[in-house]
């Protein structure tokens, strides 16, 4: 890394951004001393916290945001770890185990990787354990509405359908609070397009268990690996909030149900467009779950 040809460059595009900073023999010395003492990896997040006195980058909001991902990681994760763990529940032999099994070390690393970022942008990470969640939806005072979710093994592929659509739905609610540093959201971005796989996996997997058990409730229309209209697919009203919302044919202001001349289905125009959540609106669905 060239960092004399770095700076350079931001002078072109920005010939008062050294005043803006300090003097240019002083911003050079501290940024080439700190990388110095800092892993290749942590740069990114090293820049961008110098420059931030130049462009007004607001850091504590972005650390917000990515605790607020922490703590929807941290939610999944311990979900999964106890799912692979729980004796019984997963079909042994079948597909699902291996594909579970990746699911959670995914979240894992998601965990790890938030909590590094967090802490090189100069935050402290929120940190949970199982104990900290009551996956029964319960809020920890007593047993919730989803009691046998590590026991029955359909009623976890619905509990993880809904966290997975939650997730990404949330992740692309805050993708737009971390413009201002390009690394973070290009990294929650990287994030968001892997939950939106684990996602279509679920579903994929749940579409074939209804295959088999047609009577069960828990299997509720035609599962796809997207989301028509706001249905949930899942027979409980319990996770209709994470499915609200995304039956809108509208898109930045155009009719999708009529455009370039051609005539789609709500079906087919919701299909194509995932929509938003809010922080408010992710934290009412997950508020259950966290004791």
Partial sequence: MNLQNIFSEIE??????FDKLSDRRKVMKNFTSFAGKVALASIPFAFG?????????TPSDIIGVLNFALTLEYLESEFYKKGVAAPNLIPAGTPAVAALNKISADETKHVAFLRSAITAAGGTPVSFTFASFDFTA???SQAGPFATVFTDYD?????????EDTGVR????QAGNLMS????????LNIHSVEARHAAHIRYMRRARQATNPGN???????????????SNIGSALVQASYDGEELTTQAGVNILNVGGQTFTANAASEAFD?????????????????
């Fill in 138 to 140: 319960g809020n920890g």
């Fill in 275 to 291: 929509e938003p959540l809010t922080k408010a609106q992710v934290e009412a669905i997950v508020d259950p779950f966290i004791i």
């Fill in 49 to 57: 916290s110098m420059f931030k006195k130049a462009y007004g980058q």
């Fill in 155 to 163: 009623l976890f592929l619905a509990v993880a359908q809904t966290f």
């Fill in 217 to 231: 409730p828990l299997y509720v229309g035609d599962i796809k690996p997207w989301i028509t209209l706001k249905n």
């Fill in 12 to 17: 072109k595009k920005d010939p008062e951004v």
């Fill in 170 to 173: 949330a992740y692309k609610g």
């Fill in 181 to 188: 540093n390009n690394d973070v959201l290009t990294a929650a």
